[in-house]
């Protein structure tokens, strides 16, 4: 006969204890803090000077249209495709996730505290970059803020099952942040990041436009402008987020 | 079905990595507020046979059961009575001590006191230190204290004291002892002799997988017609009990 032992699973305390140590892992990681948060905002501050004033569409400036949306992509890209699985490759290589996986707390609960905290980043992010658009280059909101709100969530999901991807397969951490280094490059390369869609060879482009960070910022921009979104982007992300915490799921390894 | 189950209890337990058996047809029982040493040199098969009776490894063949639960199926009662420490596992490197202690602490419904663990391995004085800041002996320190935060009535200890200087070994050694008085069960792997002669009811001697010889130390060293139990274990097993450190 075996003992009665109530199965006590680790409840609102402990999410919000793990939640709160991941979020001061991530904030005590200085240099990880630059590129999510200080890149768009130098991408912001260089571009936002050279946009012109003109009117592209409903009172929305080149700055709202094709500035922005680019900018507010890097900030969650950066933060779920390199940010996001280097903390996970390191937490596996650490044994961490092993030692998790002997208390009542399942490793999985360490990556949703990390993707919490990585939306938790995002909010920040995009916040900053935001406010100093706003405040800074007179920036204007998007014609269609609920729209746009919606595409955050959206574009989050599907970067975040990008970084799923990466944490999956990198054996190391270093290896985590080459691989996410590379596949954000190359996603936002072709989605326009250098020098503009328009500079890209015309099948480049449409190919750009159907991965996530080109969706994304066509999406953004659409909705800033008050155009209506393209439904090819909003597969786009729907489809990378379904196929990426799947093929995540599968490939995940613990330790 | 009177008589209560043992805190662990494993039967033909058996692994293989390849073509190489780590662990082969190990049967053994540890009774509640017991302490049994596991010995064996390097590569005998302890750690293997540790991680399946701490349900981290599926064994192929046999059953492991705590208190008569099963680590793998009742994963969510074992992981309450359960604390583990394992070798060589690193923890959030930018965390203090203190918060990881609340951190491990908030995984059980009823944790011991963080003042009490911090006492407990002496690390009173580095609340505030974060893990990656610590020495190898205070990163094992912690080990401990975090494998003892949910109270539980059984602890796995893979080399409680490898790493550990002297005075700190002696204050392991005590802290072991006061969880032994207390009734609670634990399974101690070491390469230390010194350790097991003084903390140990019986010493399960690893060689190749299996179980050379199972009494208590002193059973052992009578049993060998040996000095000791270091010489004791070369006569058993025929190998050196070689210095991890």
């Known amino acids: 006969m075996s003992i009665a032992v109530e199965a006590h699973r680790p409840g609102a305390g402990a999410w919000l204890s793990l939640i709160q140590c991941e979020a001061k892992m991530v904030a005590r990681d200085t240099a990880g803090l630059v590129v999510p948060i200080g890149l768009p905002l130098l991408i912001l501050v260089m571009s936002a000077s050279a946009a012109t004033d003109e009117v592209v569409a409903n009172g ?32 596996r290589r650490a044994g961490i996730l092993r030692r998790l996986s002997v208390t009542p707390a399942s490793p999985a609960m360490v990556l949703v505290a990390q993707v919490v905290v990585s939306v938790i980043q ?7 970059a935001l406010a100093v658009a706003v405040l800074i280059f007179d920036a204007n909101p998007p014609v269609q803020p609920g729209a746009a709100l919606g595409i955050f969530v959206l574009a989050m999901a599907a970067m975040y099952a990008l970084g799923m ?57 659409a909705v800033w402008a008050g155009f209506a979104v393209e439904p090819v982007h909003l597969i786009s992300l729907g489809v990378t987020t379904v196929l990426g915490f799947t093929v995540a799921a599968v490939l995940f390894r613990w330790d | 079905m009177n008589s209560p189950d043992p805190a662990i209890r494993i ?17 053994l029982h540890i009774d509640s507020g017991e302490v049994l040493g596991v010995l064996g040199t390097n590569g005998a098969g302890k750690t293997t046979m540790v991680e399946m009776i701490a349900g981290l490894r599926k064994p192929d063949r046999g059953r492991v059961s705590i208190f008569g639960l099963d680590p793998q199926q009742d994963r969510a009662e074992v992981r309450q009575i359960l604390g583990v420490q394992l070798q060589q596992a690193y923890l959030h490197d930018a965390l203090t001590v203190t918060e990881l202690i609340t951190l491990y602490r908030s995984f ?12 407990l391995v002496g690390l009173g004085e580095q609340g505030k230190v974060r893990f990656g800041r610590l020495s190898g002996g205070q990163q094992q320190r912690l080990s401990i204290a975090l ?15 490898t790493g550990l200087d002297p005075r700190a070994r002696r204050q392991m050694w005590k802290a072991i002892e006061g969880l032994r008085d ?27 997988g299996r179980i ?10 009578s049993r060998a017609g040996a000095e000791n139990l270091d010489d004791a274990f070369v006569t058993l097993t025929g190998n050196e009990l070689e210095d991890p450190e």
């Open chain 2, 11 to 27: 039967e033909n337990l058996r692994k293989r990595y390849g073509d190489k058996v780590a662990v082969d047809d190990v049967s």
């Open chain 2, 182 to 208: 207390d009734g609670v069960t634990i399974l101690l792997v070491s390469h230390v002799m010194e350790e097991v002669e003084r903390l140990c009811d019986r010493v399960a001697l690893i060689d190749s």
């Open chain 2, 108 to 119: 059980y419904p009823d944790p011991r006191p963080e003042s009490e663990l911090l006492q």
């Open chain 1, 165 to 221: 991807v990466v944490a999956a397969v990198a054996p190391t951490p270093n290896s985590a942040v080459a691989i996410g280094l590379i596949v954000f490059f190359a996603l936002a390369a072709l989605g326009g990041l250098f020098g503009g869609r328009a500079a890209l060879p015309e099948p480049v482009a449409a190919v750009g436009e159907w991965l996530p960070f080109g969706a994304t910022v066509q999406a953004l921009s």
């Open chain 2, 212 to 221: 050379i010889a199972l009494d208590s130390s002193s059973g052992l060293v």
């Open chain 1, 60 to 91: 929305r400036t080149a700055l709202d249209v094709f500035v922005l949306p680019l900018v507010l992509t890097l900030v969650i890209s950066t933060i779920g495709i390199i940010n996001m699985p280097s903390f996970l490759a390191y937490y």
């Open chain 2, 147 to 161: 494998a003892l935060a949910g109270g539980p009535r059984i602890v796995i200890l893979d080399e409680l004291t």
């Open chain 1, 122 to 128: 995002a909010v920040i992010g995009i916040t900053a």
